[in-house]
């Protein structure tokens, strides 16, 4: 299910279109929640990855509650012309293999990140450029810097993320069509 960010502008933009990638791309899609851009979020002695979702409030993803799809934009959008920006965008993937794959009797890690990477390296929609810079597994590297459980990695759960460098159209508008 793809949660979506009333009316996205910016980078958002770009978000929403990988949202609606993975959402139509995916085999497994409707087992999975699909966050917008989220946000590093600093309380009480930790540092967590949560969803902005109305009033002031936040719901954190950085858990294995649940499969989830999230995006979280790193360091600063750098200016490339008076229309692009260029940036980079995590998408971290929080994932219960065996409601994704419950025919499987093994740990079907790579299967998953395959299947995510066929459909992320396929997208470019429009003036969007994104391009696949790495995959991080390892739920130590995957949260670096931020709180996480270690369980959160074990089977049947894994966890990883995928580093894009993105290219946008800061006058870009989505399309839900």
Not at 31 to 42: A, F, H, Q
Not at 137 to 150: A, E, K, L, Q
Request: net charge negative.
């Amino acid at each position: 299910m793809v949660i979506g960010k009333d009316n996205p502008v910016g980078i958002d933009v770009l978000v929403a279109y990988l949202q609606k990638g993975i959402n139509s791309k995916l085999s497994w899609a409707n087992l999975i929640d699909i966050y917008p851009r989220c946000y590093v979020v600093y309380r009480e002695d930790n540092v967590t990855i949560e969803h902005y979702y109305a009033n002031g409030n936040y719901d954190s993803v950085n858990n294995a509650e649940g499969n989830k799809c999230f995006f979280v934009l790193v360091g600063n959008p750098q200016k490339e012309n008076n229309q692009y920006y260029s940036a980079q965008l995590d998408v971290y993937f929080t994932l219960n293999l065996k409601e994704i794959n419950p025919d499987i009797n093994y740990r079907c890690d790579e299967e998953v990140r395959v299947d995510i990477l066929k459909v992320i390296e396929a997208f470019n929609v429009s003036s969007n450029v994104v391009n696949v810079d790495e995959v991080v597994i390892g739920i130590d590297n995957v949260y670096r810097g931020v709180y996480f459980n270690p369980d959160d990695d074990n089977q049947p759960y894994h966890c990883f993320k995928i580093t894009l460098n993105v290219q946008y159209d800061i006058n870009g508008h989505f399309c839900s069509n």
